[in-house]
């Protein structure tokens, strides 16, 4: 079963806004990475933020974590158009060090 | 540096029939990996890679899907007989070091009639 668990499941939201995704695993992980995928292509590494730390940035983005919850949330500020995917969180770790395991995605649509 | 290269990027075949994959990582990435991606659905991983060890095979249905990684570098993943139910895209990622960030080839569109 998937260990992350995406939501919203699908946003829509106009060029310039900020999209906000969640994400929620159940295990203790070592890190958990964001991903995006544009349709029919292979996923591009976004961000790595390991569990030692709660907070990491990289251009418009902003990746927040917070283990007590088991949670982890991903940030565009200022969405353009191209930003337009499907968003995917992925956890390693935990007994299975080295494993990425995917949640479900969370479909972004960035209107012009 | 050049990508993950996959191949063949679509496949069409009837149900019960085989088919293969093959896989090409960055060069020097010991980690690789196969998931499987079902139309709406995360990646699915199949199995990952050390070197030419496996690590984790455990959701890979080992009475129809096989991979191997020779001598630690490409890697082909094959399906026989193939079901109805394995029609997805094969993702193939490899990685410097293990829980690192994934790097990850086109796919392979596999639509099983």
């Known amino acids: 079963s998937q260990q992350g668990e995406e939501d919203p499941q699908a946003l829509s939201i106009q060029e310039g806004e900020n999209a906000t995704m969640n994400c929620s695993y159940k295990?203790?992980?070592?890190?958990l990475q964001w991903y995006r995928q544009n349709s029919g292509r292979g996923l591009v590494h976004l961000i790595l933020i390991r569990s030692n730390e709660r907070e990491k940035h990289s251009g418009r983005l902003r990746v927040t974590l917070d283990t007590s919850k088991k949670s982890s949330s991903l940030l565009i500020t200022a969405s353009r158009a191209a930003d337009t995917a499907s968003y995917f969180c992925?956890?390693?770790?935990?007994?299975?060090?080295?494993?990425?395991?995917f949640g479900q995605g969370t479909i972004l649509t960035v209107h012009p | 540096e050049a990508g993950v290269a996959q191949s063949p990027r679509y496949k069409i075949i009837e149900k019960r029939q085989s088919v293969a994959f093959w896989c090409n990582p960055i060069s020097g990435h010991a980690t690789l990996y196969w998931y499987q991606q079902i139309l709406g659905q995360g990646p699915k991983l199949l199995i990952q890679f050390q070197n030419n060890g496996v690590v984790d095979d455990s959701q890979l249905p080992k009475d129809r899907f096989s991979a191997e990684r020779l001598k630690g570098v490409d890697s082909t993943l094959k399906i026989q007989p193939a079901k109805l139910e394995d029609s997805a895209v094969y993702l193939c990622?490899?990685?410097?070091?293990?829980?690192?960030?994934?790097?990850f080839g086109e796919g392979s569109r596999l639509t099983v009639l």
């Open positions: 992925a956890t390693a770790g935990g007994t299975s060090y080295g494993k990425l395991t």
């Open positions: 295990t203790s992980i070592n890190n």
């Open positions: 990622a490899s990685s410097p070091r293990e829980a690192g960030e994934l790097f």
